[in-house]
């Protein structure tokens, strides 16, 4: 089977593209960076900034752990320390914000909003981790009052756009815990799910394909992904029996010769996480279902053969 865009990827390196030297590297990074500071959709965010930058990251903490909508502009001395406490183990996963490794940007409306003021934030990483020419993103958060706007996408497709303008594949996304909106948000962006382990990893990569997922005949998930001239070739399916996680491959996909590629690699937790939103939480109305232990075993092992 032949993915579009050099979608394969043989080998143990799994046929990522050379980028070339560490330093062209650095100048493709700057690029995408002045790329996206010129887009009137973004302001980068000022020395200055730092301490209300970090305000609004905690609100998007406190959402993402608890979903409850909290107004970053009108926290607290004593409202952040609050929430700090609460958030414990949640506001230390996300330590890693507070690195220089990374852009940050207010979010704002080309045609103005909220009298110039941010609408939400982003924050792009300023080197390629793992050589495989992918820029982080983390911070993605839109205020409550301007949501339902389609601000968050724009500014994902800014960035990737900016990422392949510049010979980058495009981007890695981190979340901070498993909130149903923001996940339901990334998976119908179509974005790939890299990880789920604390919270779920997402790309959107240039070697990766456009995929569907939609419901079989046998109360099943169907993951398609688009092979070469567009037409959807089923992959993987997914379902429940006695409760337990169940993975099948489908038998054409079953008798192509790349057996080692990068839609293999994503292509089981993508359709997880799609299961498990689909299902429905347990507890928590806004959480996705974690992966139970055998759900774990599952993804890692081998799928069925077909029958």
């Known amino acids: ?3 579009p865009d050099g979608a394969r990827a043989n080998g143990v390196d799994l046929g990522f593209p050379s980028l070339g030297s560490g330093r062209m590297k650095d100048d493709q990074v700057a690029r995408v960076h002045q790329r996206l500071a010129a887009r009137p959709e973004l302001r980068r965010v000022g020395l200055g900034e730092r301490r209300r930058f970090g305000l609004w990251e905690l609100a998007s903490l406190a959402e993402a752990a608890f979903g409850e909508c909290v107004d970053p502009d009108s926290l607290t001395g004593a409202g952040e320390k609050r929430w700090r406490l609460r958030l414990g ?3 230390r996963l996300g330590a890693h914000r507070q690195d220089d490794s990374r852009v940050r940007y207010w979010i704002r409306s080309p045609e103005g909003g909220r009298d110039g003021e941010p609408l939400g934030t982003v924050a792009v990483g300023t080197w390629l981790p793992y050589g495989v ?10 205020h409550p009052v301007a949501r339902r706007r389609g601000l968050a996408s724009a500014v994902l497709d800014l960035v990737y756009d900016a990422c392949r303008a510049e010979g980058l594949h495009g981007f890695r996304l981190g979340t901070q815990g498993t909130w149903r909106e923001t996940v339901r948000h990334h998976l119908r962006r179509g974005l790939w799910v890299t990880s789920w382990r604390e919270s779920p990893g997402f790309a959107r990569l240039s ?3 456009r995929y569907e997922v939609e419901e079989s005949g046998e109360g099943e998930l169907a993951l398609l992904v688009a092979g070469a001239g567009g037409r959807l070739v089923p992959v993987l399916f997914a379902g429940r029996a ?3 996680l169940c993975l099948r491959e489908s038998a054409e996909y079953r008798r192509t010769p790349d057996r080692i590629d990068a839609v293999r690699l994503y292509a089981r937790p993508t359709l997880v996480l799609h299961l498990a939103v689909r299902e429905g939480p347990s507890g928590n109305s806004d959480a996705v279902p974690s992966l139970t232990p055998d759900d774990r075993k599952a993804v890692r092992r081998p799928p069925q053969e077909p029958t």
């Open 89 to 91: 183990p949640a506001l």
């Open 133 to 142: 020419g992918a820029l982080h993103v983390t911070s993605l958060y839109v």
């Open 242 to 244: 006695g409760g337990r």
């Open 1 to 3: 089977m032949t993915w």
């Open 207 to 209: 070697y990766l394909p």
